[in-house]
């Protein structure tokens, strides 16, 4: 668990897709800083039960109900939301068509659009939805949506995800200028390939590997990558939890409008 460097006690904060991966590290550094924490997520992790605290809430993000329902029940519990975090979200490597025409199962489906659609696009914006009416109401709050670098720059096998993250980025613009009089900032976080514990195993490499030509080689790719980078290395989980704990505080009071990069330099997908 983090270090506490920020203080955040006393405020109430859904970190959506909270059981793993980036939701995980950024759960349990508001909570380590002082949040009440929700990690609101289709699956419960364990090891939160012993984290004083962090509650977790199942939530599937695609269906507004179960949106309805997670935050209905934070509200009733803690009486306030100070801060979302939209993280969840969900990607499969697809290219528009298979040009190579070795793998068929490579090019974009109904399937792929419609769930990639329903957790990062409809998700972000009934949770949003959600959350925005009490956060109206007590005047007062901080959205942020996790974008991605692919949002904005566009990525090879990618454009359904990349189309996804892109509506979030127009979201977040537009929501902060209709939230701001009510004192709700909304911000984006925009981060690019970073060291996450699982990108899909093998399948997933073999998959880019071929929609982008290359040897099906882990280190080779995390190495192509890097190199694109200015900084010369993937960014790190503490990294991107550290920065939404930022956002979320009062130190950053008069940050809205605005998707901040996190992706060292990077600005080519």
Not at 48 to 64: A, F
Not at 172 to 180: H, Q, V
Not at 232 to 257: K, Q
Request: net charge negative; hydrophobic share 35%.
């Amino acid at each position: 668990m983090s270090n506490k460097w920020i203080n955040l006690s006393d405020k109430v904060v859904i970190v959506t897709g909270g059981a793993g991966g980036i939701g995980e590290a950024m759960v349990r550094n508001f909570a380590a800083n002082g949040a009440r924490t929700i990690a609101a997520d289709i699956k419960i992790n364990e090891e939160y039960k012993n984290i004083e605290l962090i509650d977790s809430i199942i939530c599937d993000v695609s269906n507004k109900k179960s949106i309805d329902n997670m935050v209905e029940t934070v509200f009733e519990r803690y009486g306030k939301i100070d801060g979302l975090i939209n993280n969840a979200g969900v990607g499969r490597i697809r290219l528009l068509i298979d040009y190579y025409g070795k793998k068929p199962e490579m090019e974009s489906s109904e399937d792929d659009f419609d769930y990639m659609v329903n957790v990062n696009q409809k998700g972000v914006f009934f949770c949003s939805q959600a959350v925005a009416r009490i956060m109206v109401n007590q005047k007062s709050g901080v959205i942020v949506n996790v974008t991605s670098e692919a949002g904005i720059e566009g990525s090879k096998a990618q454009s359904i995800y990349a189309g996804t993250k892109a509506a979030v980025h127009a979201f977040g613009l537009s929501w902060a200028k209709e939230l701001g009089p009510y004192n709700i900032r909304v911000v984006g976080l925009e981060p690019a390939m970073n060291e996450r514990t699982n990108l899909g195993g093998d399948v997933y490499f073999e998959e880019l590997s071929y929609a982008r030509g290359q040897e099906p080689d882990p280190k080779k790719i995390h190495s192509d990558y890097s190199k694109k980078i200015p900084l010369g290395r993937l960014g790190r989980l503490e990294e991107l939890a550290d920065l939404a704990c930022y956002l979320v505080s009062d130190h950053a009071s008069y940050i809205t409008g605005t998707t901040v990069s996190i992706t060292g330099g990077k600005s080519k997908g």
